[in-house]
T-cell receptor, first 113, second 111 residues
């Protein structure tokens, strides 16, 4: 069983739709990251959360520490949002004096015009 | 700042060859990491470093070596390349507020 589970694995949406990607984890964490990876491209950090909710433009990320669950929402989706979205958690359980990251497998989002 | 840079972008190796993947960051970060990303899998930690002269193994270190002689540079060495090392490799560093910065990746094929 993976320590970080994302759902869905693949998601196709129409432009303008509201999108939700979910992430569940099984260990205590110090922070959770949402990352974006475009096809053939590098990885960009979208959010880092340790509690509550953060918003940046059309993207919203929430985390519920008690339930070990986080969601990434995209409002008014656009074809340029098409990418792989990766959830990663930082935990001392994985070693490292700052806690190393463990990554989910990613959610591949395709937004059709 | 250039951020985290990696070279080369692409490389094809024959089985048994060796190579070094270069990684440099200009943000004066102490923590640096090497990950590999295989299709359908999450990124896996190969090695990490908490500062110059200090390195430690991650989840999948076999077949790799690292060194950290300066704060800026964290090269990853592949000895005796094997097909199982075909992957995309990402170098990353950790900022002062725990934000993670990734390099553009190196796509390596071993045939």
């Amino acid at each position: 069983k993976n320590e970080v589970e994302q759902s869905p694995q693949n998601l196709t949406a129409q432009e303008g739709e509201f999108i939700t990607i979910n992430c569940s984890y099984s260990v205590g964490i110090s922070a959770l990251h949402w990352l974006q990876q475009h096809p053939g491209g590098g990885i960009v950090s979208l959010f880092m959360l340790s509690s509550g909710k953060k918003k940046h433009g059309r993207l919203i990320a929430t985390i519920n520490i008690q339930e070990k669950h986080s969601s990434l929402h995209i409002t008014a989706s656009h074809p340029r949002d098409s990418a792989v979205y990766i959830c990663a958690v930082r935990s001392f359980f994985y070693g490292g004096s700052q806690g190393n990251l463990i990554f989910g497998k990613g959610t591949k989002l395709s937004v059709k015009p | 700042n250039a951020g985290v840079t990696q070279t080369p972008k692409f490389r094809i190796l024959k089985i048994g060859q060796s190579m070094t993947l270069q990684c440099t960051q200009d943000m004066n970060h102490n923590y640096m990491y090497w990950y590999r990303q295989d299709p359908g899998m999450g990124l896996k930690l190969i090695y990490y470093s908490v500062g110059a002269g200090i390195t430690d193994k991650g989840e999948v270190p076999n077949g790799y070596n690292v060194s950290r002689s300066t704060t800026e540079d964290f090269p990853l060495r592949l000895e005796l390349a094997a097909p199982s090392q075909t992957s995309v490799y990402f170098c990353a560093s950790l900022g002062d507020r725990s934000e993670q910065y990734f390099g553009p990746g190196t796509r390596l094929t071993v045939t």
